[in-house]
Every structure is written in C-alpha cells, then in structure tokens.
C-alpha cells in the first residue's frame, strides 16, 4: 500500500464514520425540531410525555448524573493512581483488580439494573430514587473510568517521576503536581465516556431511579431519566416519537455542554497546576 | 488530594443521610406493574394529586409479573398488570380499570384485506410463507410474534390454541409500538397489537392496516361492545386490607371521571 | 513505570498513609463485582441447583413457559454480534484515531472528537430507534425480514466506534513527540511513521480501548433488542434475526416468575462469565505482546 492510497484510507474512513453520524444526527433534527421550543424545556409533561416539556426529567437526569460523578471521580481516581503507580507490574493483586474492572465494564446494564435494584433500592433501603439511581450508574461507569485514568497514568514517561524524586517531592506531591495534570487529558476522556454512558443508560435507570415524572424535591425522590424518558416513548407509548426524537436531541446538547465543560476544566487545570507549583 | 478524598467521602455519606431522612409516607401510593398501564396510572395519579393535595401518586413500570411480586410483598400498595389474574394469584384482588383489544395488522401496501382464523394460525406456523399463497404478492411473509411471558401473547396463543413452540417467527419484539414500526417498516410483515396504539398510528399516517377478525371489524368501537373476539382486560391488583387511600385511588381509576385520560392512551373504558 | 519499593521516598509520613488509602478504593472498586456475582448466584440459584445448568446446553430451544431452557443459540448469537462489531468498529475507529491525531488540522480534530464524544453518548435506544425506523427497512427492501444479525452488527458497531477511536486517540497522543520526531528524522514517511512507530508504541491503549468496546458490545441491550429480530436460533446466515443474551433478558425478565426467571439471572451469570473468559484471555495475550 502506497502513502497516498494509505492517507485516502484514513480520510476515506474518518468521512464513512463521520457521514454516518450525520445521517443519524439529520434524522433526529429533522424528526426532532418541529417539537423543539423553550416551553418544551421548561414544562411538566402531558398525556404520558406526548404532549407538555421535560423539565422535571432534565432535572432527575443532571441529579443522577451529579450523585454518579461525586461517587465515581474520588474512588475512580484513586483506584487509577494505585493501579498505574503503586501496583508492580505483573503483581497478582494489580492483576486480579484489572481483570475484576474489564469484567465488570462488560457485565450488561440489565444486570445493573437488576442488582441495583436489590442492592440500593432493597438491601440499603433507598428505594426508588435518584439517589439508587446515581450509584448503580456509578458502579457501571468506574471500571471505564479507571482504566481510561490508570493508562493516562501510566503514559507519562518516567523521568516526570524521577524529576520530581530529585526534587525531594513526596509521591503524594508529585501526583497531584504532575503526574495527574499530565494524565488530565486521558482523565477526562475516561470521565467523558463514562458520563457519555450513564446518560445514554436506559435498562439500569427503569429499576432504581424509576419511572416518576414529577418534579423531584430531593434525591430520595424518584426521578425518571432522559434516557428513559426517550425508551418510554419510543417503545412504549404510541405516538410518542416526536417528543421522543426533540428529547434525543436536547440529551445530546447536554451531553456536548458536559464535554466542554470538562475540556475546559482539565485545560484550566493543566496550566494552574504546573504554572503554580 | 487526601483532604479532597474525604471531602468527597463526607459528603456522600451526608447524601446517604439526607435520603434516608427524608422519607415521609404518610400520604403515598406506590403503583409498580405493567408497561402497558403505567403512562395511563401516571396521568390518573397526576388528576388524583391535583384533587387531594399533599396525597403523592408514584407510578413505577416494569412489567405485569413485578406488580403482582410487589403488590404480594406489599412493596408497591397496588399492582398493575396488562391480563386477568392467573388461578395461582387468588390471594389478590383484581379492580378493572380498562379493557384492550388486540388485533392482527398489516403493511398498509398489502393487498390482503382479511384472513381467516385458519389462514392465521398456517401463516403464524410456518405452513404459508409467501403471501402469493393467499392471493397477495410474491414476497416472503414476515412473521411478527411477542416475547415469551407477554400478556399479548398468551392471549394470542390461548385464541388459536397454540403452543409458542410452534410459532416460526422471523421477529420477535417486546411492546406495541415496536410491533407497529417493524409492520411499517416491511411491507411482508403480519403482526398483532393493541387496536387503540394501531387505530391511532393508522390514522396518523402511518402505512399499517388492522384486519378484522370472524368477520368483526378492529376497532376500538367493537372492543368496547365486546364484540371483538381478542381482548384482555388491565386491572389493578391489591393484597388483603387496603388503606382509605388506596381504596379512594382505586374508585378513583374506575370512575368515569378518567374515561378522557384511558381514551387518551388509547385503550377502552369500562362500559358504564 | 512503578517506582521501586525501597526509595526513600516511601518514608515519607503523607505517602504511608496514601498507599493503603488507594490500595482500599481500588479493592472497594473491585469488590463490586463480587457484589455483582453473588447477587446473580443468589438469584439464579433455584435454577442451577440440581444440574439444572446442564439443560441450557442440552435443551432444544429456548420455551421457558414449556420447559426448554436451551441457551445455547443465543450464546452464539451474542458472540457473533459481537465479533462481527469489533471486527469493522477496530480497524475503523484507530483509522479515526490516526486521522485526529496525523491528518486532521487541530481546528478539525477538535471538532472531529467532539463528534466521536458526541457519538458515544447518543442513547442506545436512539440507535435503536434509528435502525429500526431507517436501516432495517431499508435492509428489508433488499434482503428480508431486515431485522438480522447483519443490522445488529451495523448498530453495534456505530455505537462501540467512539469508544476505539477516543481511547486511541488517547494513547496515540500519549506517544512520546521525541519518538516520532526521530521517526520523521529517519526519513520515514507519514505511513511508515503511523504503522511503524506511533500504533506499535500506543497498542496497549488501543488494545484496551478493544477490550472495552468488546464488553460494551456483549452487554448491550435496547438498541439490539430493537434491530435484531429476537427470534432464538442459530446464526446461519447474516441476514437471519437473532437473539442475544441480553435483549433476552431485557424482553422477558419484566414479565418473568420462578424458573423462567431464575434462568434468566442464569443467563446474565452466564454473560458475565463469558466477558470474565474474554478478559483474561486478552489480558494474556495483552501480557505477551507487551513482553515482545
């Protein structure tokens, strides 16, 4: 294969996969816009979704969203760090964690589903509420993220580690000076797919956040998410699409709004972190 | 970054706390069950709530199975289900709430315009595979059946005596409004669905037609006759003593004050 | 990469107190699973006890309302949707990730991970919709019934490419620039830059990246459930419906009791399980390549 034919490859497949998305994306807006309107944002639904907005359920969904990241980001991060800086390589405990995560990352969201139901919802006696809901997604979602932060990790070349020994930084200094802000961009890309799943999730949110769409007062309230808002008139309830499609298309602006969010966030970090230490 | 850890620690813990606090019941329904009932119980809690202010409705969905576990366990204080109570469910009382009729449909571009009970039960087993067969085009049918446990499906079964074994399917789905978006989206495919969901996305526009069956018409006019020869009842399911509330709900539900809401999921009112 | 046990630095009194703290929340982190497990044997228990396990291999079909608990196809079904998935979503979504990172300019790369950000985050049940209402018709018009394992592969494989492409956009990106500079330096060209020195050096990420889009394929549900046909059988051809083990799950378990649905948590065990295979042996031959 020549350069050239080898450079058309690569534009060839970044367009396929690129056209693709907007065949999906055109067909949402076109479906989608005609139902799209501020009233539709800031409105209770009616007659089962098909009519009235979806405040109460961008509500729930940013709230499990938030319940899912405060428990994921702190236990995720550590777990990285511990992975790619304190395991050896090789070491049967590093091992055996790492095979228990990419297994876990591939246990289906039914089965989630199913445990967060029993687990939170019954044996912790939460019940149905956003507050279930957030930490069954939190248990999907780690495993995602701390491999996407561990490789991050252990990317950065060594002499990073050995600079900062020389320098008499303890290794609890140098990870927070460094090392994270390095890893920052493969930190974020990890939390991105994961939040890119937990808002995407459907099967687990039916049986621990539930099914509700009243406005939620607090996190022991049941709250229905976007995802299941959009399963639930898609599938569910006939004559359902329009609104359905309009939610599909303000998840997707939400989810975009997160994804500068966090590159902004871990731009800001990057610099604050090595221009002041 | 160890004072950040149990900064977050604390605050989860705190999150853990708040919801387990703020757990009043009092004045609370719990409804879980059927998928098919759910959005209409949903729209009749939100009519009860703005009725009985500070009584707080929560309509959970999971299927017909859950609401009969929770109303048993007395998990949820009442249970939905899409049929009639089984023999083994005796020790639950069953409030009927609405009827559905189930028809058969097809592509709207399908020549056929009625099959006959046997001419159903061949094609639903396999012994016609072309509709050219039955003096339609020469395409391959598609064969569209429920999923394994479906109320629909048992009703189904139960009409042209059949065992599920014997039905060859080329799809199976799970709710109506699948069923009805495969039909649209093959013109060879037969399926059956809840008539209101079907009259509704027909009228919509939507390139499916409803046969009629022994000679009866499909339409939500002759379920609620009772003169269709497929229909279920949806019903409320409670266990042993049933609190004022839940009592007044369920009275509620059966009144002709929500005839409007159950038209509006499409599904048949009680005949008053 | 991993600092020996015996710098000094490891007496220093804030860093004996860390390493015990991430040792817990990693193992916190992997006792989930465990949870996980235990539950599903809890749950699955009335059916695996007594050998009833072996009539998931031995049955004929899958009846569970008449008895016949034949898992059998529908492992098959999952396996081949899923490999089939991996097989284009691979090649593809690292041609994305070298696009971003050797041919885009950074104005366009941007904007191309965000769509690839974009992309992961669209609903399952959105591609499902979508391939419901738009690819299997129009699969249908050329080879029906539309719904088939073919369709299913489609799907799964627009939704799992995000995953590939930024994970490798990742490792790629974490490529020492030195590295490549002295590639270029060489004389190499673009190519021989990309194939030679940049992939080679990221393949750990991008063999990760696999993995996790291997599992996310396994695991996934609605968009499945709504694409596949459902019908339990043997995958024979490509454009014949099938039936995964999930969408298994998720069709029958809302309206499941006793047995039936004891065996459906045996499925899910069973799932697990197969990704628990899966992992380690890729784990294995991960461990090897990186030995090489």
């Given at each position: 294969?020549?350069?050239?034919?080898?450079?058309?490859?690569?534009?060839?497949?970044?367009?396929?996969?690129?056209?693709?998305?907007?065949?999906?994306?055109?067909?949402?807006?076109?479906?989608?816009?005609?139902?799209?309107?501020?009233?539709?944002?800031?409105?209770?639904?009616?007659?089962?979704?098909?009519?009235?907005?979806?405040?109460?359920?961008?509500?729930?969904?940013?709230?499990?969203?938030?319940?899912?990241?405060?428990?994921?980001?702190?236990?995720?991060?550590?777990?990285?760090?511990?992975?790619?800086?304190?395991?050896?390589?090789?070491?049967?405990s590093g091992q055996s964690i790492r095979l228990s995560l990419d297994v876990l990352a591939g246990v289906p969201s039914i089965v989630f589903a199913l445990f967060g139901y029993a687990f939170f919802c019954v044996f912790l006696g939460l019940g149905f509420s956003i507050l279930s809901g957030g930490l069954t997604l939190a248990c999907m979602i780690l495993p995602i993220f701390i491999r996407t932060s561990e490789a991050g990790l252990a990317a950065v070349t060594d002499e990073w580690r050995h600079g900062a020994a020389?320098?008499?930084?303890?290794?609890?200094?140098?990870?927070?000076?460094?090392?994270?802000?390095?890893?920052?961009?493969?930190?974020?890309?990890?939390?991105?797919?994961?939040?890119?799943?937990?808002?995407?999730?459907?099967?687990?949110?039916?049986?621990?956040?539930?099914?509700?769409?009243?406005?939620?007062?607090?996190?022991?309230?049941?709250?229905?998410?976007?995802?299941?808002?959009?399963?639930?008139?898609?599938?569910?309830?006939?004559?359902?699409?329009?609104?359905?499609?309009?939610?599909?298309?303000?998840?997707?602006?939400?989810?975009?709004?997160?994804?500068?969010?966090?590159?902004?966030?871990?731009?800001?970090?990057?610099?604050?972190?090595?221009?002041?230490? | 970054m160890t004072v950040n850890f149990w900064k977050y620690m604390a605050s989860l813990a705190v999150l853990l706390l708040l919801a387990c606090g703020a757990r009043a019941e009092n004045h609370k329904l719990v409804l879980t069950g059927s998928s098919t009932v759910a959005p209409l119980l949903l729209e009749i809690g939100k009519r009860f709530e703005k009725q009985n202010p500070g009584v707080r409705?929560?309509?959970?969905?999971?299927?017909?199975?859950?609401?009969?576990?929770?109303?048993?366990?007395?998990?949820?204080?009442?249970?939905?289900?899409?049929?009639?109570?089984?023999?083994?469910?005796?020790?639950?009382?069953?409030?009927?709430?609405?009827?559905?009729?189930?028809?058969?449909?097809?592509?709207?571009?399908?020549?056929?315009?009625?099959?006959?009970?046997?001419?159903?039960?061949?094609?639903?087993?396999?012994?016609?595979?072309r509709w050219k067969e039955l003096g339609g085009k020469d395409t391959r049918i598609t064969v569209v059946n429920k999923a394994e446990g479906r109320s629909t499906l048992d009703l189904f079964l139960h009409h042209f005596a059949l065992k599920n074994s014997e039905i060859k399917a080329q799809v199976v789905i799970g709710d109506n409004p699948q069923g009805i978006k495969t039909v649209a989206g093959n013109p060879g495919a037969i399926s059956y669905v809840s008539i209101g969901a079907a009259e509704y996305e027909a009228a919509q526009g939507t390139p499916i037609k409803l046969l009629p069956m022994a000679g009866v018409a499909a339409t939500v006019a002759n379920v609620r006759a009772g003169r269709f020869p497929l229909s279920r009842p949806l019903n409320l399911v409670t266990k042993g003593e049933v609190t004022v509330l839940a009592q007044r709900f369920i009275e509620f539900a059966r009144s002709g004050a929500v005839h409007d809401l159950v038209e509006n999921q499409f599904l048949v009112p009680l005949a008053r | 990469m991993t600092w020996l046990k015996t710098s000094s630095l490891s007496r220093w009194h804030a860093d004996r107190r860390l390493a015990p703290l991430l040792a817990v929340l990693a193992a916190g982190a992997a006792l989930i699973l465990l949870l996980v497990l235990v539950f599903l044997l809890r749950e699955a228990w009335p059916v695996l006890n007594g050998n009833g396990w072996q009539r998931f291999f031995g049955d004929d079909g899958w009846y569970p309302l008449e008895g016949r608990f034949g898992l059998l196809a529908m492992v098959w079904a999952t396996l081949a949707a899923a490999f089939g998935a991996i097989l284009l979503?691979?090649?593809?979504?690292?041609?994305?990730?070298?696009?971003?990172?050797?041919?885009?300019?950074?104005?366009?790369?941007?904007?191309?991970?965000?769509?690839?950000?974009?992309?992961?985050?669209?609903?399952?049940?959105?591609?499902?919709?979508?391939?419901?209402?738009?690819?299997?018709?129009?699969?249908?018009?050329?080879?029906?019934?539309?719904?088939?394992?073919?369709?299913?592969?489609?799907?799964?494989?627009?939704?799992?490419?995000?995953?590939?492409?930024?994970?490798?956009?990742?490792?790629?990106?974490?490529?020492?620039?030195?590295?490549?500079?002295?590639?270029a330096a060489l004389g190499l060209t673009r190519k021989g830059i990309i194939l030679g020195v940049a992939v080679p050096a990221a393949r750990a990420g991008v063999f990760g990246g696999i993995l996790l889009a291997t599992a996310r394929a396994l695991g996934e549900t609605m968009a499945v459930l709504m694409v596949a046909g459902n019908v339990v059988q043997n995958p024979s051809g490509l454009f014949e419906p099938v039936r995964v083990l999930t969408a298994n799950i998720a069709l029958e378990?809302?309206?499941?009791?006793?047995?039936?649905?004891?065996?459906?948590?045996?499925?899910?065990?069973?799932?697990?399980?197969?990704?628990?295979?899966l992992a380690s042996l890729a784990a294995r031959i991960g461990g090897h390549t990186r030995n090489v």
């Open positions: 294969m020549s350069d050239r034919a080898f450079t058309y490859g690569i534009w060839g497949a970044a367009l396929l996969v690129s056209s693709a998305f907007l065949w999906l994306l055109g067909d949402l807006v076109w479906h989608g816009v005609p139902h799209l309107s501020w009233s539709f944002l800031v409105s209770e639904p009616m007659n089962a979704g098909r009519a009235g907005g979806i405040a109460p359920i961008l509500v729930s969904t940013v709230l499990i969203l938030a319940v899912a990241l405060v428990a994921v980001v702190p236990l995720g991060l550590g777990a990285a760090v511990w992975l790619a800086e304190y395991t050896r390589r090789g070491g049967v020389a320098l008499g930084m303890t290794r609890a200094a140098a990870l927070w000076h460094i090392l994270l802000p390095a890893a920052a961009p493969a930190i974020v890309a990890g939390l991105m797919l994961g939040i890119g799943r937990a808002t995407a999730e459907t099967a687990a949110l039916i049986f621990t956040s539930g099914y509700v769409d009243r406005m939620p007062e607090s996190l022991a309230d049941s709250g229905r998410a976007l995802a299941v808002h959009i399963y639930d008139l898609t599938m569910n309830v006939s004559g359902g699409d329009g609104a359905a499609y309009a939610s599909a298309l303000v998840l997707i602006v939400l989810i975009v709004a997160i994804n500068i969010g966090a590159l902004s966030l871990s731009d800001r970090w990057l610099t604050r972190r090595i221009t002041t230490s | 409705v929560d309509v959970q969905s999971g299927g017909s199975s859950r609401g009969v576990a929770d109303a048993r366990s007395g998990l949820a204080d009442i249970g939905m289900i899409s049929r009639a109570l089984k023999p083994d469910e005796n020790d639950l009382v069953a409030h009927s709430i609405a009827i559905d009729g189930i028809g058969i449909i097809l592509h709207r571009g399908n020549p056929i315009s009625s099959l006959s009970d046997e001419q159903i039960k061949a094609i639903y087993t396999g012994q016609i595979t | 979503a691979a090649p593809l979504g690292l041609a994305c990730a070298v696009f971003v990172c050797f041919y885009a300019s950074p104005g366009l790369a941007k904007l191309y991970r965000m769509m690839l950000a974009l992309l992961a985050g669209i609903p399952s049940v959105v591609f499902g919709l979508w391939g419901l209402t738009v690819l299997v018709p129009l699969i249908a018009r050329w080879q029906p019934p539309g719904a088939s394992l073919f369709c299913a592969i489609l799907i799964l494989m627009l939704m799992i490419l995000p995953t590939v492409a930024l994970t490798s956009v990742a490792a790629l990106n974490a490529v020492p620039k030195s590295l490549l500079h002295g590639a378990m809302a309206y499941a009791t006793g047995t039936h649905r004891a065996s459906l948590f045996a499925s899910g065990l069973m799932l697990t399980l197969l990704v628990l295979v």
